[in-house]
Nanobody, 115 residues
């Protein structure tokens, strides 16, 4: 059974930093692309960052230059380093894994950025 568990969310002031972690079980991150998405109340879920099995990264326009996605295959973990946080970054952040045609999601971790 595939399970994704996010952690690292919390409450921070604008300009601060957080590091989110996504730990997978029942799967191997090294052979799949893993992404971070976020959803704020009243808004659609949007792509934050993605890292391919080969290590290629992509970012949503709103976070380019501020967020960095990375992976540790030995720990089956993907990280999202978030710097220079803004109030508009406030959302629930979800880890995503695509295997064939099935999307797997974690339960989400709340990030709240105060002004």
């Amino acid at each position: 059974q595939v399970q994704l568990v996010e952690s690292g969310g919390g409450l921070v002031q604008a300009g601060g930093s957080l590091r989110l972690s996504c730990v997978g079980s029942g799967t191997i991150f090294s052979i799949n692309a893993v992404g971070w998405y976020r959803q704020a109340p009243g808004k659609q879920r949007e792509l934050v960052a993605r890292i391919s099995s080969g290590g290629r990264t992509t970012y949503g326009d709103s976070v380019k230059g501020r967020f960095t996605i990375s992976r540790d295959n030995a720990k089956n973990t993907v990280y999202l380093q978030m710097n220079s946080l803004k109030p508009e970054d406030t959302a629930v952040y979800y880890c995503n894994l695509l295997i064939i045609t099935t999307n797997y999601w974690g339960q989400g971790t709340q990030v709240t950025v105060s002004s």
